[in-house]
């Protein structure tokens, strides 16, 4: 039978790229001189320091831009409180997400089936995986996916024919 999962997953090279490109853009601006701004990746967490708020938020903006052109999704972030350390200085953990919460996966299985369309849900850990009888079924149940789920990003791998 065809099938196909659907996959919630940040792309972790380019997420550890875009920590990068962000570190020095931010060690070579003007408005950052002096200061102890940096964002530090360990596993699925970022963690964005700066001496102060203001910094902090031109700090997160520096990350999602370069997130952005590397094509990583900002839905994928999950941005932590801001912490006082130390004198002026303030942190934010920001935790990239991966794989579909239970709540999204149950969502996703009930729009398949209210849709009425011949294909099958069903959750399979941190993916669901859709299958149905032809080809076709299972391409409409990508685009109503796409159209549907929008708060998160979602992603179509392993299809077999």
């Known amino acids: 039978m065809p099938s196909f999962d659907v ?7 380019e997420v550890r790229n875009a920590v990068d490109q962000s570190n020095k853009e931010i060690s ?6 002096g200061s102890d701004a940096r964002v530090e ?14 910094q902090l938020s031109q700090v997160r903006d520096v990350l999602t831009n370069k997130l952005a052109k590397r094509k ?3 839905r994928f972030l999950d941005e932590g409180k801001i912490e006082k350390i130390g004198g002026d200085k303030v942190k934010q953990v920001i935790k990239v997400k991966n794989g ?9 299985t009930r729009i398949i089936k209210d849709s009425k369309m011949k294909v099958q849900a069903s959750i399979q850990g941190e993916s ?15 685009a109503l996916l796409r159209k549907e789920v ?10 077999r024919d």
Not at 100 to 108: D, P, R, V
Not at 128 to 142: E, I, N, P, S
Request: proline share 2%; hydrophobic share 40%.
């Open 28 to 33: 070579t601006r003007f408005d950052f001189k």
């Open 100 to 108: 579909i919460e239970t709540e999204t996966a149950k969502k996703i």
């Open 128 to 142: 669901v995986r859709v299958t149905g009888a032809k080809r076709d079924d299972l391409q409409a149940a990508m």
């Open 41 to 54: 990746q360990k596993e699925h967490d970022l963690t964005a320091f700066a001496d102060s708020d203001f």
């Open 72 to 74: 990583v999704d900002v």
């Open 7 to 13: 996959v919630s997953e940040a792309d972790m090279i």
């Open 150 to 159: 929008a708060d998160t990003p979602l992603e179509f791998n392993n299809f």
